[in-house]
Protein backbone atom coordinates (compact mmCIF):
# COMPACT_ATOMS: atom_id res chain seq x y z
CA UNK A 1 0.00 0.00 0.00
CA UNK A 2 1.58 3.26 -1.09
CA UNK A 3 1.07 6.53 1.33
CA UNK A 4 0.57 9.14 -1.10
CA UNK A 5 1.74 12.07 2.05
CA UNK A 6 4.27 14.06 0.02
CA UNK A 7 7.17 14.57 2.50
CA UNK A 8 9.56 17.05 0.83
CA UNK A 9 10.36 20.12 2.13
CA UNK A 10 10.36 21.92 -0.13
CA UNK A 11 6.78 21.22 -1.73
CA UNK A 12 5.38 21.78 2.00
CA UNK A 13 7.21 25.04 1.86
CA UNK A 14 5.13 26.13 -0.95
CA UNK A 15 1.84 24.85 0.46
CA UNK A 16 2.17 26.31 3.41
CA UNK A 17 3.03 29.70 1.55
CA UNK A 18 -0.03 28.85 -0.31
CA UNK A 19 -2.36 28.38 2.62
CA UNK A 20 -1.06 32.02 4.12
CA UNK A 21 -1.93 34.04 0.81
CA UNK A 22 -5.23 32.02 0.46
CA UNK A 23 -6.39 32.82 3.90
CA UNK A 24 -5.42 36.42 3.91
CA UNK A 25 -6.80 37.04 1.06
CA UNK A 26 -10.05 35.57 1.27
CA UNK A 27 -10.57 35.24 4.65
CA UNK A 28 -11.37 38.73 7.08
CA UNK A 29 -9.92 39.03 10.46
CA UNK A 30 -12.40 36.60 13.44
CA UNK A 31 -14.79 35.30 10.17
CA UNK A 32 -15.83 31.72 10.60
CA UNK A 33 -13.63 29.30 8.05
CA UNK A 34 -15.81 26.71 5.90
CA UNK A 35 -14.98 23.20 5.68
CA UNK A 36 -16.82 20.55 3.66
CA UNK A 37 -16.86 16.76 3.86
CA UNK A 38 -18.40 14.72 1.00
CA UNK A 39 -19.13 11.06 1.32
CA UNK A 40 -19.63 9.26 -2.10
CA UNK A 41 -19.83 5.28 -3.08
CA UNK A 42 -18.46 5.58 -6.29
CA UNK A 43 -20.12 2.59 -8.03
CA UNK A 44 -17.16 -0.26 -8.89
CA UNK A 45 -14.53 2.70 -9.64
CA UNK A 46 -12.10 0.06 -11.53
CA UNK A 47 -9.69 -0.08 -13.69
CA UNK A 48 -8.77 -2.47 -17.32
CA UNK A 49 -5.83 -4.40 -15.49
CA UNK A 50 -6.62 -7.91 -13.86
CA UNK A 51 -5.01 -8.31 -10.41
CA UNK A 52 -4.11 -11.89 -10.11
CA UNK A 53 -5.09 -12.06 -6.37
CA UNK A 54 -8.33 -10.56 -6.99
CA UNK A 55 -11.93 -11.34 -8.26
CA UNK A 56 -12.06 -8.10 -11.00
CA UNK A 57 -12.71 -10.25 -13.81
CA UNK A 58 -15.86 -8.24 -14.80
CA UNK A 59 -14.38 -4.35 -14.98
CA UNK A 60 -11.80 -5.48 -17.84
CA UNK A 61 -12.32 -4.85 -21.55
CA UNK A 62 -12.92 -8.57 -22.57
CA UNK A 63 -15.46 -9.82 -20.05
CA UNK A 64 -19.43 -9.46 -20.57
CA UNK A 65 -19.42 -5.68 -19.13
CA UNK A 66 -16.66 -4.22 -21.86
CA UNK A 67 -14.88 -2.40 -19.44
CA UNK A 68 -12.79 -0.30 -21.74
CA UNK A 69 -10.19 2.08 -21.48
CA UNK A 70 -12.41 4.54 -22.83
CA UNK A 71 -14.82 3.84 -20.26
CA UNK A 72 -12.66 4.01 -17.65
CA UNK A 73 -11.87 7.15 -18.42
CA UNK A 74 -15.23 8.13 -18.70
CA UNK A 75 -15.95 7.49 -15.18
CA UNK A 76 -12.78 9.18 -13.40
CA UNK A 77 -14.15 12.72 -15.30
CA UNK A 78 -17.61 11.78 -14.29
CA UNK A 79 -16.68 11.39 -10.58
CA UNK A 80 -14.11 14.22 -10.71
CA UNK A 81 -17.31 16.17 -11.74
CA UNK A 82 -19.91 14.92 -9.02
CA UNK A 83 -16.92 15.94 -6.61
CA UNK A 84 -16.29 19.05 -7.85
CA UNK A 85 -20.60 20.17 -8.33
CA UNK A 86 -20.52 19.30 -3.92
CA UNK A 87 -18.94 22.75 -3.39
CA UNK A 88 -19.44 25.82 -5.34
CA UNK A 89 -17.16 28.49 -3.81
CA UNK A 90 -14.24 26.12 -4.04
CA UNK A 91 -13.12 22.75 -3.77
CA UNK A 92 -14.47 20.24 -1.06
CA UNK A 93 -11.59 19.68 2.06
CA UNK A 94 -12.47 15.52 2.43
CA UNK A 95 -14.26 13.20 -0.02
CA UNK A 96 -14.39 9.89 1.87
CA UNK A 97 -14.81 7.11 -0.95
CA UNK A 98 -16.31 4.29 -1.22
CA UNK A 99 -15.79 1.14 -4.10
CA UNK A 100 -12.55 2.17 -5.61
CA UNK A 101 -10.39 -0.75 -6.93
CA UNK A 102 -6.77 0.37 -5.77
CA UNK A 103 -3.78 2.91 -6.00
CA UNK A 104 -3.86 3.47 -9.69
CA UNK A 105 -7.41 4.32 -9.59
CA UNK A 106 -6.84 7.22 -7.05
CA UNK A 107 -3.80 8.15 -8.46
CA UNK A 108 -5.74 8.72 -11.74
CA UNK A 109 -8.88 10.33 -9.83
CA UNK A 110 -6.43 12.82 -8.60
CA UNK A 111 -3.43 13.03 -11.02
CA UNK A 112 -5.20 13.33 -14.52
CA UNK A 113 -8.37 13.51 -13.98
CA UNK A 114 -10.40 17.11 -13.90
CA UNK A 115 -9.46 16.88 -10.46
CA UNK A 116 -5.95 17.25 -11.70
CA UNK A 117 -5.43 20.81 -10.60
CA UNK A 118 -7.46 20.66 -7.08
CA UNK A 119 -3.96 19.82 -5.75
CA UNK A 120 -5.58 16.57 -4.06
CA UNK A 121 -3.72 13.59 -2.23
CA UNK A 122 -5.12 10.63 -0.61
CA UNK A 123 -5.09 7.53 1.70
CA UNK A 124 -6.47 4.33 0.89
CA UNK A 125 -6.71 0.59 2.57
CA UNK A 126 -5.70 -2.37 0.45
CA UNK A 127 -8.17 -4.88 2.26
CA UNK A 128 -8.70 -8.83 1.81
CA UNK A 129 -12.22 -8.22 -0.13
CA UNK A 130 -12.33 -10.80 -2.60
CA UNK A 131 -13.68 -8.21 -5.71
CA UNK A 132 -10.85 -5.92 -4.19
CA UNK A 133 -12.92 -2.51 -3.69
CA UNK A 134 -11.43 -0.49 -1.04
CA UNK A 135 -12.22 2.69 1.05
CA UNK A 136 -10.02 6.39 0.45
CA UNK A 137 -10.08 9.54 2.05
CA UNK A 138 -9.16 12.56 -0.07
CA UNK A 139 -7.72 15.62 1.12
CA UNK A 140 -6.81 18.71 0.14
CA UNK A 141 -3.64 19.62 1.77
CA UNK A 142 -4.65 23.32 2.03
CA UNK A 143 -7.05 22.62 4.54
CA UNK A 144 -6.38 18.54 6.10
CA UNK A 145 -2.92 17.61 6.91
CA UNK A 146 -2.50 14.49 8.09
CA UNK A 147 -0.79 13.34 11.16
CA UNK A 148 -1.23 9.58 10.90
CA UNK A 149 -3.24 6.75 9.65
CA UNK A 150 -3.90 2.91 9.92
CA UNK A 151 -6.23 0.41 8.39
CA UNK A 152 -8.45 -1.47 10.94
CA UNK A 153 -8.71 -5.31 9.79
CA UNK A 154 -12.16 -6.52 10.54
CA UNK A 155 -12.05 -10.37 11.86
CA UNK A 156 -14.79 -12.00 9.89
CA UNK A 157 -17.38 -13.96 12.03
CA UNK A 158 -18.99 -17.27 10.82
CA UNK A 159 -20.36 -17.11 7.25
CA UNK A 160 -18.67 -13.58 6.72
CA UNK A 161 -16.10 -13.55 3.64
CA UNK A 162 -13.25 -10.89 4.24
CA UNK A 163 -14.35 -7.42 3.81
CA UNK A 164 -13.29 -4.16 3.47
CA UNK A 165 -11.00 -2.82 5.83
CA UNK A 166 -12.08 0.69 8.09
CA UNK A 167 -9.51 3.69 6.82
CA UNK A 168 -8.78 5.89 10.39
CA UNK A 169 -7.03 9.28 9.16
CA UNK A 170 -5.78 11.71 12.14
CA UNK A 171 -5.23 15.63 10.99
CA UNK A 172 -4.51 18.69 12.00
CA UNK A 173 -7.06 21.31 10.62
CA UNK A 174 -6.73 25.21 9.81
CA UNK A 175 -7.32 26.32 14.24
CA UNK A 176 -4.30 23.82 15.23
CA UNK A 177 -7.24 20.91 16.15
CA UNK A 178 -7.00 17.46 15.20
CA UNK A 179 -9.75 15.73 12.83
CA UNK A 180 -10.31 11.95 13.45
CA UNK A 181 -11.60 11.01 10.34
CA UNK A 182 -13.19 7.25 9.86
CA UNK A 183 -14.06 5.76 6.33
CA UNK A 184 -16.54 2.62 6.25
CA UNK A 185 -17.25 0.42 3.81
CA UNK A 186 -19.74 -2.39 5.10
CA UNK A 187 -20.72 -5.75 3.88
CA UNK A 188 -24.10 -5.27 1.66
CA UNK A 189 -27.29 -7.40 2.14
CA UNK A 190 -26.49 -10.32 0.19
CA UNK A 191 -28.34 -13.06 1.46
CA UNK A 192 -30.91 -10.84 2.85
CA UNK A 193 -30.79 -8.25 6.16
CA UNK A 194 -31.35 -10.87 8.73
CA UNK A 195 -28.17 -13.10 7.54
CA UNK A 196 -26.09 -10.68 6.80
CA UNK A 197 -26.78 -8.77 9.71
CA UNK A 198 -23.45 -10.17 12.06
CA UNK A 199 -21.65 -8.95 9.36
CA UNK A 200 -22.59 -5.40 9.27
CA UNK A 201 -22.36 -5.51 13.11
CA UNK A 202 -18.57 -7.15 13.02
CA UNK A 203 -17.66 -4.31 11.52
CA UNK A 204 -19.80 -1.40 13.88
CA UNK A 205 -17.98 -3.52 16.73
CA UNK A 206 -14.27 -3.17 15.31
CA UNK A 207 -15.24 0.48 14.68
CA UNK A 208 -16.54 0.84 18.63
CA UNK A 209 -13.35 -0.76 20.25
CA UNK A 210 -11.26 2.04 18.19
CA UNK A 211 -13.11 4.90 19.07
CA UNK A 212 -13.94 3.86 23.06
CA UNK A 213 -9.72 4.15 22.63
CA UNK A 214 -9.94 7.63 21.16
CA UNK A 215 -13.02 8.71 23.37
CA UNK A 216 -10.60 7.82 26.71
CA UNK A 217 -7.69 9.68 25.83
CA UNK A 218 -9.62 12.64 23.84
CA UNK A 219 -12.67 12.66 25.39
CA UNK A 220 -14.02 16.14 23.30
CA UNK A 221 -12.38 14.55 20.23
CA UNK A 222 -13.28 15.85 16.79
CA UNK A 223 -14.38 12.63 14.97
CA UNK A 224 -16.44 11.86 11.80
CA UNK A 225 -17.21 8.82 10.23
CA UNK A 226 -18.52 8.35 7.00
CA UNK A 227 -19.22 5.99 4.55
CA UNK A 228 -21.77 3.19 2.95
CA UNK A 229 -23.19 1.27 5.42
CA UNK A 230 -25.78 -0.57 4.19
CA UNK A 231 -28.24 -0.22 6.42
CA UNK A 232 -30.60 2.38 7.89
CA UNK A 233 -30.69 4.85 11.12
CA UNK A 234 -32.75 2.55 13.06
CA UNK A 235 -30.62 -0.34 12.26
CA UNK A 236 -28.57 -2.19 14.96
CA UNK A 237 -24.94 -1.26 13.50
CA UNK A 238 -26.32 2.40 13.31
CA UNK A 239 -27.65 2.05 16.93
CA UNK A 240 -24.47 0.46 18.31
CA UNK A 241 -22.04 3.60 17.04
CA UNK A 242 -24.76 5.65 18.70
CA UNK A 243 -24.17 4.19 22.14
CA UNK A 244 -20.14 4.67 21.35
CA UNK A 245 -21.27 8.62 21.17
CA UNK A 246 -21.15 9.18 17.33
CA UNK A 247 -24.55 10.02 16.22
CA UNK A 248 -25.71 11.04 12.28
CA UNK A 249 -25.89 14.17 11.21
CA UNK A 250 -27.01 13.18 8.07
CA UNK A 251 -30.29 11.73 9.64
CA UNK A 252 -32.56 14.09 8.30
CA UNK A 253 -30.81 15.25 5.11
CA UNK A 254 -32.96 15.80 1.81
CA UNK A 255 -32.00 16.40 -1.45
CA UNK A 256 -34.29 18.29 -4.14
CA UNK A 257 -36.18 16.53 -7.18
CA UNK A 258 -37.78 14.36 -5.02
CA UNK A 259 -35.12 12.77 -3.60
CA UNK A 260 -35.30 11.45 -0.27
CA UNK A 261 -32.02 9.45 -0.03
CA UNK A 262 -28.69 8.42 -1.22
CA UNK A 263 -29.74 5.19 -3.45
CA UNK A 264 -32.67 3.88 -4.61
CA UNK A 265 -33.84 0.29 -4.88
CA UNK A 266 -37.15 -0.90 -6.83
CA UNK A 267 -38.78 2.61 -6.34
CA UNK A 268 -37.74 3.26 -3.04
CA UNK A 269 -35.19 5.78 -1.73
CA UNK A 270 -33.21 4.20 1.06
CA UNK A 271 -30.52 6.07 3.79
CA UNK A 272 -27.90 3.53 3.65
CA UNK A 273 -24.77 6.27 3.43
CA UNK A 274 -23.96 8.48 6.36
CA UNK A 275 -21.64 10.91 8.46
CA UNK A 276 -21.30 10.37 12.06
CA UNK A 277 -20.25 12.79 14.21
CA UNK A 278 -19.10 13.09 17.67
CA UNK A 279 -20.82 16.09 20.18
CA UNK A 280 -18.03 18.06 20.08
CA UNK A 281 -17.75 17.66 16.58
CA UNK A 282 -21.70 17.91 15.36
CA UNK A 283 -21.98 21.37 17.56
CA UNK A 284 -19.82 22.36 14.24
CA UNK A 285 -22.14 21.66 11.98
CA UNK A 286 -23.46 23.84 9.68
CA UNK A 287 -25.58 21.99 7.57
CA UNK A 288 -26.10 18.47 5.74
CA UNK A 289 -27.75 17.77 2.75
CA UNK A 290 -28.08 14.67 -0.23
CA UNK A 291 -26.43 16.16 -3.45
CA UNK A 292 -28.63 15.82 -5.69
CA UNK A 293 -28.67 18.57 -8.76
CA UNK A 294 -30.34 17.48 -12.08
CA UNK A 295 -27.09 15.73 -13.47
CA UNK A 296 -26.44 13.21 -11.63
CA UNK A 297 -30.52 11.90 -11.75
CA UNK A 298 -32.30 10.27 -14.31
CA UNK A 299 -35.97 9.26 -14.79
CA UNK A 300 -36.66 6.19 -13.30
CA UNK A 301 -39.03 4.33 -16.50
CA UNK A 302 -40.27 1.52 -14.32
CA UNK A 303 -41.14 3.19 -10.75
CA UNK A 304 -41.17 6.78 -11.92
CA UNK A 305 -39.84 9.90 -10.47
CA UNK A 306 -36.08 9.84 -10.57
CA UNK A 307 -33.33 7.61 -9.46
CA UNK A 308 -28.83 7.77 -9.34
CA UNK A 309 -27.59 8.47 -13.15
CA UNK A 310 -25.69 5.51 -12.55
CA UNK A 311 -22.88 3.52 -14.93
CA UNK A 312 -24.54 0.34 -15.68
CA UNK A 313 -28.42 -0.45 -15.55
CA UNK A 314 -27.47 -4.34 -15.38
CA UNK A 315 -25.22 -5.13 -18.22
CA UNK A 316 -26.30 -2.42 -20.25
CA UNK A 317 -23.23 0.29 -20.30
CA UNK A 318 -24.90 4.23 -20.05
CA UNK A 319 -22.16 6.80 -19.26
CA UNK A 320 -22.97 7.73 -15.75
CA UNK A 321 -22.31 8.79 -12.20
CA UNK A 322 -22.95 6.71 -9.60
CA UNK A 323 -25.63 4.71 -8.26
CA UNK A 324 -25.46 6.52 -5.01
CA UNK A 325 -26.13 10.40 -4.33
CA UNK A 326 -23.10 11.86 -2.45
CA UNK A 327 -23.23 13.58 1.03
CA UNK A 328 -22.34 16.87 2.00
CA UNK A 329 -21.70 18.13 5.34
CA UNK A 330 -20.59 21.68 6.11
CA UNK A 331 -18.60 22.79 8.86
CA UNK A 332 -17.16 25.88 10.66
CA UNK A 333 -14.69 26.49 12.48
Known amino acids: MRNRIKETKGKWWLIGLSFIIYHLSFSPVGAQEQF ?3 ELNCENLFDVSHDSLKQDQEYLPDA ?3 WTRKRYWRKLDNIAQEILSCRDDGIPDLVALCEVENDSALTYLTRRSLLRNAGYEYLMTSSPDLRGIDVALVYSPFSFSPVQWQSLRVTPVE ?47 RLSQTLDSLFMQSPKALVAVAGDFNDYDDSPILRCLSDHRMNSVTRDARGLNNVHGTYRYRGDWQSIDHVLCSPSLALQVDTAYIHSPLFLLEDDPVYGGFRPRRTYNGLRYQPGYSDHLPLVVRFHW
Do not use: N, Q
Open 159 to 205: GMRPTRDILYVSGRISTGDTLHVFVVHAPSRYGGEKHSRPFRMAVAK
Open 64 to 66: TRH
Open 36 to 38: TLV
